[in-house]
């Protein structure tokens, strides 16, 4: 009985021991995480990158959302932090300065293309020719009638706009921890509010106005686009932000709506038609390139042709493919080293 | 009251009594019933999901190694004079031309050589074959040169988005606009499928390939089953001697105070102690204070332990406490030293208890997944970790992970699979585990 104690106290102190071993060995894995929308992208590229560069290992993408991953990025320097963070926003002032504060002085910009932000719903209801106004008298707290504020009265679409459809009010939106939802308060909600024909109001007033939402109709989706989906299964009358790549492929189940009058898809979004889109990045951190191996060739074949080019493989994935002069640009900058500070996203 | 006077009054109150014991009955007999019906539903739902993902649509295609677009040089061969670092870096390159050939150009011949008359552009061909093909073709190659010029059977996975129309996952009658596959592709895998081309075959890649996002239909579960199988070891190898070790001296040496009473009753309270909490725990100590690798088995492993100890603990101790009195009487009055009598007639009474504790603990901690999200297992991993060091996924963390894909129509069912997957990993551990108390019982 003893001898296997014995075994079993060595084998614990085995474990003990390799505890202490893990803190010296190196990484030779590149290790990314951030925005769950830019993480299919990322994912396959790393995938095709590991079949193209056989003396580079698959790097491991995680998600964790925009801010998450940039939380992890501006963590500091050295293993046991991420080297590229993905983000479906560009990057604060804030966040920059945390990084600097923790040492992080090289944050390497890099765009990868476009998505389109749509509205969904079930593809049995009615069709939604939707306005950004439409969507801020559905969703904020407060909005005027007869030019004074007063609490939402609308509880059916038909009751904003008689053009919308007989149909409850019912939303699904990325909660704050999403890039989406910043992209979303910009470019719907703020121009939106511009056409609601609100009262004269101070700056931290209309802030108020615009950022403050019904928690009756509004449910705020912290996970990923799949539970958004799951609540439009469970409710059919709810109406989902989704990403274009997300909706394109579950397009039997989901119905789009337009968005003033165009049709999200590669082509409206590309050529700058459709109103609610946005760039995608990732950030590098500078100092661990050639600590980490392979991370300045996984960025020139993630802007390679073959991956983030026209006709490329994530395209059919559903990325929007940025001009081939933009990438250029972008890998030029990349190559040159330029920093991003403080001052670039004030 | 005479005895008849009484035995009338019992009478009278025997037929609500027997009515109350059966009633009792019922609701006993109504719970198990409810109980069973609940979990053949779960499990009919999941094995009607998940069954049809392994079995997927595969190509028998006939391969040509066309000259024309396999352009590449023949494989360096080592000559004397070059040093084995020189000839490795030789190799690579020539692998590097291997992997730059248009190897999609190869499979569309070998698509329109199987369907001469489709209809179907080269894009719409290479829609229904999935993107990993062309680098098993390029590793079929690596591996053999000799087959340049040479014509033969390929085995290919068809793509997700085939197999979905194939499979009917994805309802047949919606139009054109609400379909993933164009109309040319999706009459050319009916016909192939028609012509026996592509057969519904088993998919063994699910416990052979690890994930993947740009190939989905090839996504399997080996690199998240590997991982757990790390993890598991770990909490073996660290929760039961310590478990074991901490439950003897509690239960056998240590004097009965009030610290051992305060001990007792915080190893009762870790028990509760939700999951996530220690994933919180984990994530702070682990890999902020000792710096282990994100997403590591061994850093799973070790918060996963921090959860099954107290499971051992107590179930140790409670089946060293069930040991006869009388059978450490007798060894100490045979002379026996207190740790003799312990390890060598106490303990080995208890095997079964704790194996069965061991495993109970074991099963609680493969299929936990909260405290790993914590700790960075959720990220994708496309490669079976070499060591617990090593990035890797696990297998309930896998399942969230797909269930979470934007593939809906093809991973739901992958999602359903990979339960039926983990559920058998646990029955077995379980069947084991009753195999091995049994066995153990009848020697004691």
Not at chain 1, 277 to 291: Q, T
Not at chain 2, 172 to 185: K, M, N, T, V
Request: aromatic share 8%; with cysteine; net charge negative.
């Amino acid at each position: 009985m003893t001898r296997y104690f014995l075994a079993a106290t060595v084998a614990t102190a085995a474990v003990a021991a390799s505890l202490g071993a893990a803190q010296a060995q190196s990484r030779d894995i590149i290790q990314i995480a951030g925005s769950s929308t830019v993480l299919p992208f990322s994912s396959i590229v790393a995938e095709e990158f590991g079949q193209a560069f056989p003396e580079f290992k698959t790097p491991i993408v995680g998600s964790g959302g925009t801010g998450g991953g940039l939380r992890q990025f501006c963590a500091g320097v050295g293993e046991n932090t991420i080297d590229i963070a993905n983000a479906s926003r560009r990057i604060r002032a804030g966040e920059v300065e945390a990084c600097n504060t923790a040492g992080v002085n090289k944050i390497l910009e890099v765009q990868i293309g476009y998505d389109g932000i749509v509205f969904a719903s079930s593809a049995q209801r009615a069709d939604f020719a939707i306005e950004p106004v439409h969507v801020f008298k559905a969703i904020a707290a407060q909005v005027a009638v007869d030019g004074k504020l007063v609490d939402n009265p609308y509880k059916k679409w038909n009751e904003i706009d008689a053009s919308l459809p007989d149909q409850p009010i019912a939303l699904a939106i990325p909660a704050s921890n999403h890039g989406t939802r910043e992209v979303f308060q910009e470019r719907v909600i703020a121009e939106g509010a511009k056409a609601a024909d609100l009262p004269e109001l101070s700056k931290e007033e209309l802030e108020k106005v615009t950022t403050s939402f019904r928690q009756d109709v509004v449910v705020e989706i912290a996970g990923d686009y799949t539970e958004t989906l799951a609540r439009l299964q469970s409710n059919q009358d709810t109406i989902g932000v989704f990403g274009l790549s997300f909706y394109d492929q579950n397009r039997d189940t989901l119905k789009v709506a337009t968005v003033s009058g165009v049709t999200p898809s590669l082509e409206t979004v590309a050529a700058g038609e459709y109103p609610v889109s946005r760039p995608l990045f990732f950030y590098v951190k500078g100092e661990h390139i050639d600590v980490v191996p392979g991370i300045a060739e996984f960025v020139e074949f993630y802007l390679s042709d073959q991956m983030a080019g026209l006709g490329g493989t994530l395209e059919a994935a559903g990325l929007i493919p940025a001009p081939a002069e933009e990438i250029a640009e972008v890998l030029a900058n990349f190559q040159e080293g330029k920093v991003i500070t403080v001052d670039d996203v004030k | 009251m005479t005895s008849n006077e009484r035995l009338a009054l019992v009478r009278a109150g025997l037929s609500a009594r027997h009515r109350r014991e059966k009633r009792f009955r019922f609701y006993g007999i109504a719970a198990i019933v409810l109980a069973l019906g609940f979990v053949a539903m779960l499990f009919a739902m999941i094995l009607s999901r998940g069954l049809p993902a392994f079995t997927q649509a595969t190509f028998s295609l006939d391969v040509h190694f066309d000259p024309a677009i396999v352009k590449v040089d023949k494989k360096p061969v080592r000559s004397s004079e070059q040093s084995p670092a020189e000839y490795a870096k030789e190799i690579s390159a020539w692998e590097r031309k291997v992997t730059m050939v248009n190897w999609n150009k190869v499979i569309e011949a070998a698509v329109r050589n199987a369907a001469p008359e489709t209809t179907a552009n080269s894009r719409e061909i290479l829609s229904i074959v999935e993107t990993n093909a062309r680098f098993e073709l390029r590793d079929m190659f690596v591996a053999d040169p000799a087959l340049l010029g040479k014509t033969v059977p390929v085995r290919m996975l068809a793509s997700a988005n085939a197999d979905n129309w194939l499979k009917g996952n994805i309802d047949r009658s919606l139009p054109d606009a609400q379909q993933q596959l164009r109309d040319p592709a999706r009459a050319l895998a009916d016909q192939l499928m028609a012509e026996g081309k592509i057969r519904n075959a088993f998919a063994w890649h699910i416990f052979t390939n690890v994930d993947s996002r740009s190939a989905p239909a090839s996504a399997g579960l080996a690199g998240a089953f590997v991982g757990s199988l790390y993890m598991i070891l770990v909490v073996i190898v660290l929760a039961v001697p310590i478990g074991v070790m901490s439950a003897v001296y509690l239960e056998e040496f240590a004097p009965k105070n009030r610290f051992t009473d305060l001990i007792e009753v915080n190893i009762n309270n870790l028990a509760a102690v939700p999951s996530i909490v220690f994933g919180l725990l984990g994530a702070a100590v682990f890999i902020n204070y000792f710096r282990l690798p994100l997403s590591a088995p061994l850093a799973g492993g070790l918060v996963l332990t921090l959860m099954t100890l107290p499971t051992v603990i107590i179930a140790t101790r409670s089946a060293l406490r069930a040991v006869p009195p009388s059978l450490r009487q007798a060894a100490l009055g045979l002379g026996a030293s207190k740790t003799q009598t312990v390890f060598h007639h106490v303990l080995p009474v208890t095997y079964p208890g704790i194996l069965t504790a061991t495993i109970i603990g074991v099963a609680q901690a493969l299929g936990e997944t909260a405290p790993l999200l914590l700790i960075g297992m959720n990220a994708f991993v496309a490669q079976v970790p070499a060591t617990p060091l090593d990035q890797s996924s696990a297998l309930p963390v896998q399942i969230f992970l797909w269930q979470g894909n934007e593939n809906r129509n093809f991973f739901e069912a992958r999602t359903s699979a990979a339960i039926i997957v983990l559920l058998g990993l646990m029955l077995t551990l379980n069947a084991i585990a009753i195999f091995l108390r049994s066995k153990l019982e009848k020697r004691a």
